[in-house]
């Protein structure tokens, strides 16, 4: 039903900046609260920033200071701006929301009830 397309993933040297989107498609009530996530290879996914259904923004410790989370609500668009990546960073970044009782806390949305495919962010050093 809803689907969540993220774009502008990519390989960049340490340093360097990228900034993603999310665009959602076919919802109604489901993207109240959006974040994002990423997941390393052979790691665990792993939240990153979320907006709360007020408009609160909030990051984990991470990305506090170098990653910017803003939406585009006239366009159905949540974005990610990251900066000074770092190798670490690198991952499979994910687009996430959930509906109006939706939460998010310390930059992590709680049960995620919509997902992107992902697109990659790779950092070299």
């Known amino acids: 039903q809803t689907r969540l397309v993220e774009s502008g993933g990519g390989s960049v040297q340490a340093g360097g900046s990228l900034s993603l989107s999310c665009t959602a498609f076919?919802?109604?009530?489901?993207?109240?609260?959006m974040a994002w996530f990423r997941q390393a290879e052979g790691k665990a996914r792993e939240a990153v920033a979320g907006?709360?259904?007020?408009?609160?923004?909030s990051y984990k410790d991470f990305a506090k200071g170098r990653f910017t989370i803003s939406q585009d609500k006239d366009k159905n668009t949540l974005y990610l701006e990251m900066n000074s990546l770092k190798p670490e960073d690198t991952g499979m970044y994910y687009c996430?929301?959930?509906?109006?009782?939706?939460?998010?806390?310390?930059?992590?949305?709680?049960?995620?009830?919509?997902w992107g495919q992902g697109t990659q962010v790779t950092v070299s050093s």
């Open positions: 907006i709360a259904r007020d408009g609160t923004a």
């Open positions: 996430a929301s959930e509906g109006p009782l939706c939460t998010v806390v310390a930059g992590t949305l709680v049960n995620p009830g919509y």
């Open positions: 076919e919802y109604t009530y489901s993207t109240y609260c």
